[in-house]
Structure formats: structure tokens, C-alpha cells
T-cell receptor
Framework: GAGVSQTPSNKVTEKGKYVELRCDPI?????LYWYRQSLGQGPEFLIY????????DSGLPNDRFFAVRPEGSVSTLKIQRTERGDSAVYLC????????????FGPGTRLTVL | GENVEQHPSTLSVQEGDSAVIKCTYS??????FPWYKQELGKRPQLIID?????GEKKDQRIAVTLNKTAKHFSLHITETQPEDSAVYFC????????????FGTGTRLQVTL
């Protein structure tokens, strides 16, 4: 079946703008994770959904970042008032149950804030 | 929270030689340790993982060892091939609601002919 998909693959925006990044997890996976990867670094956790609810949002850097998963499938990461420091690759991952299962990553969205 | 350290940051080996990458973690409650391979511009892909109830796991040329007492785990690649060249990340997590992965900083492996 299809893997995790993310859109757009690239997003260029101007400082102060609002952006939305979308993640389509593997069908049937109840757990969904967002990570952020800066150049030369490992992925850094942002938020974890179990079904529709955010089970752990401790990685969101500030209140400009918000994520939703209203129907327990597709998720959207929303960033308000973007800053140049938000530039990174945003990775989404899903797993079957979220309980130490393998996490399958999407290709990422490369966000560039000018 | 969990902290994962990874060494070395870069590693160059000749084709056919072995490569070893080491990681340490801080939270003794962590019980799941995956290793991901990431090629340039691509997504991370799981290559092997180990849980805290075993000390070693092997899959063809790849093996992982875990020392819970010392809180460190290692990736071993034998008979390296040019296609093994990539960045490798170790990670640690717990089961349940704390299942987020905490990653190391990565090791760039270069396999030369």
C-alpha cells in the first residue's frame, strides 16, 4: 500500500506569513507524529497524535505552532507568523498503534522562510 | 527528558570493512531503540531496532547491541558496500504515550572503494 505522504514537498514563504503543512499517514495507522529536521541534525519531536487527540505536544516550540487531526487520519501542521528560524524540513511519521511500533516517515516538507 | 548522544559524527571506511556507530541515552525508562538510515534528500528509513528485553539483534550484515546497565547501544555493519553510504541516526523511546523518538545527531558514513 501507499506510504506516508506529505504536501507540499517545498514551501517558500515570507517572514510573518501563515503556512499549513499536510500529512497523509498510512491507512489504518492510529498514531501520527510530527518532527522537524534542521540541516545536519537529527529529527526533533514536535507533536504526537493518538487518533484525533494530541497525546503529547511537548515539542511544539511556541504558540505559533499548532496541529490538528480532526478525523484521526490526515493531519495539518499550522505555523503562524513564520520566522526565518522556522526554516527546516518538517517530517511526518505514522505507526500502527503508537506503542513502540515502527514509525514510518514521509518524504518531508522543506519550509523556507525568507 | 531523554537525551541521546551519538558518535562519531563522520566515519569513513573502505569497502568490505566493518563500521560501528555508538549511542548513549539518559533515561533508564527508554525501552525501544531504532536505527534509521537517511540518504541525501530522502526520508529516514528504519534498518533495525531493538527492545530492552534483548541484548543483541542481527539482520544479515547489520547488528545492534544494547547494554541497559551502561545505557548505550551500538550499530554494527559488516562487509560494507558503497550503497551503505548515508547518514545513520539512532533513537530512543518508551512505549505508551511517551512513544516519541529522541534522535541522536547522526553519523555520516562514507564507504570508499
Amino acid at each position: 500500500g501507499a506510504g506516508v505522504s506529505q504536501t507540499p514537498s517545498n514551501k517558500v514563504t515570507e517572514k510573518g506569513k501563515y503556512v499549513e503543512l499536510r500529512c497523509d499517514p498510512i491507512s489504518g495507522h492510529t498514531a501520527l507524529y510530527w518532527y522537524r529536521q534542521s540541516l545536519g541534525q537529527g529529527p526533533e519531536f514536535l507533536i504526537y497524535f493518538q487518533g484525533t487527540g494530541a497525546a503529547d505536544d511537548s515539542g511544539l516550540p511556541n504558540d505559533r505552532f499548532f496541529a490538528v487531526r480532526p478525523e484521526g487520519s490526515v493531519s495539518t501542521l499550522k505555523i503562524q507568523r513564520t520566522e526565518r528560524g522556522d526554516s527546516a524540513v518538517y517530517l511526518c511519521a505514522s505507526s500502527l498503534m503508537g506503542d513502540g511500533d515502527e514509525q514510518f516517515f514521509g518524504p518531508g516538507t522543506r519550509l523556507t522562510v525568507l | 527528558g531523554e537525551n541521546v548522544e551519538q558518535h562519531p559524527s563522520t566515519l569513513s571506511v573502505q569497502e568490505g570493512d566493518s563500521a560501528v556507530i555508538k549511542c548513549t541515552y539518559s533515561d533508564s525508562a527508554s525501552n525501544y531503540f531504532p536505527w534509521y538510515k537517511q540518504e541525501l534528500g530522502k526520508r529516514p528509513q528504519l534498518i533495525i531496532d531493538i527492545r530492552s528485553n534483548v541484548g543483541e539483534k542481527k539482520d544479515q550484515r547489520i547488528a545492534v547491541t544494547l547494554n541497559k546497565t551502561a545505557k548505550h547501544f551500538s550499530l554494527h555493519i559488516t562487509e560494507t558496500q558503497p550503497e551503505d553510504s548515508a547518514v545513520y541516526f539512532c533513537a530512543a523511546s518508551m512505549t505508551g504515550t511517551a512513544s516519541k523518538l529522541t534522535f541522536g545527531t547522526g553519523t555520516r558514513l562514507q564507504v570508499t572503494l
